[in-house]
């Protein structure tokens, strides 16, 4: 930790743990070494705080989630799938929500609980 430690504070950086409510432990002491380095940040995404001192929390609230056996232009209208096809749109411009992948978009969104930062697609998706 010292090693690591000593190499971040000659660093500028933003240091981002994705998922960490399996280790909170790990983060903490992580994100405890890494306070005595000035020009590090830490952004955590987690659905349980770390517990250190300086922690400012963010809740992100879930979006709406679709409901099982809505209409097509229903769909449309509910917060999480907008923002999914938006992102995928970002990807794939000629995506689009069809009667043939509805059902798929809807499952993923409820599946991630409707949570924006996971709705966010980091790679090239297929969607059927």
């Known amino acids: 930790m010292d090693t690591l430690a000593d190499w971040l504070r000659a660093r ?16 903490a002491q992580l994100a405890e070494v890494i306070a005595d380095c000035p020009n590090t940040k830490v952004l955590v995404t987690s659905r349980e705080p770390l517990g250190v001192f300086g922690e400012t929390l963010y809740p992100v609230l879930p979006l709406a989630l679709p409901a099982v056996q809505l209409a097509l232009d229903e769909m449309r209208q509910v917060d999480s799938i907008q923002l999914f096809v938006e992102r995928a749109q970002s990807i794939l411009p000629t995506f689009g929500l069809t009667p043939e992948n509805a059902d798929s978009v809807a499952r993923i969104c409820r599946d991630l609980d409707g949570i924006p930062w996971q709705l966010n697609l980091p790679a090239p998706v297929s969607i059927f």
Do not use: K
């Open 12 to 27: 500028q950086l933003l240091l981002v743990l994705d998922n960490c409510e399996h280790v909170t432990g790990a983060c």
